[in-house]
């Protein structure tokens, strides 16, 4: 919920602007960061106050950043949209019904699966698997998603700048796809690479994914929210089944075989994407 209104906030924000950059800066870059503060930083802190004390703090932490939110936020000159409109079911339903979405959250189902499995699973397999100390293994780890920081922002300032929307969503996609088909036969100084690149191409795509509904499907303002919605939601779908799927391929075979399906399944449905519109212009005026 919190992801697609800000995306929707950008967009108005933004939209005369470089909205793919505001959206790899809020949904790319804030996003990698959270994640690796969340998962790694924030160990640190349970360790030494206690899970129940960490929870609590993490929840305070929270408060506080809603309610700086809530005291910030301005809405632009003319962004109405943003206070509130009369809802609208006919042209929800058609804004839901665009067909972009559908192909661009299809095309990312499989890539997301597979961030969200490298970035939990990724330190488990180099210290068992490739016998890495396991302060390496985590460090890897965190790398991946901090890679995401350049990676959406350099994303996002150069997908403003093209018309061709599309490869770079399914661009990266295929290369994430390539560089975990390449973790099985990779040595071990290699890992390091791999991972950071998994984390930086993934991504990197993800601005310009999100800037599918505006630069693209041309949905209207007020319905930004909910077409974003669609897509994470059509992306999750990803995130829930591949682990899952993951976990129980590993056991009966191997590693290996599990980064194998990750690099197919991402690369099958990122293909999709290629079935998906461009915009007509740039983003940036």
Known sequence: MFVAMTAASMVVWFHEKEVTFALGVTGGAAF???????????LYVQRSAGWHTSMVLGGVFELLVAVVTVAAF????????????????????????????WVYGIALLGGYGAYFTTSQLFSQYVTTDRHFDPSAGGLLSALILLAGIPGSVLGGHLADRSTNLRMFVVGPLVTVAALLALIPVAPNILLWPLGIGIGFFLIFGFAAWLAVPSRVSNIRAEHIGSATGLMLTLAAIGGFFIPIIFGHLVPHTSYGA?????????AALALVGLKGGNPVTVGSP
């Open 32 to 42: 990698s960061a959270g994640a690796a503060l969340a998962l790694y930083v924030w």
């Open 74 to 101: 301005r809405l632009p000159e003319g962004g109405h949209s943003l206070g509130g409109l009369k809802f609208d079911r006919a042209a929800l339903r058609s804004a839901l019904m665009t067909r972009d979405l």
């Open 258 to 266: 599990g980064w194998v399906f990750l690099a197919v399944v991402s």
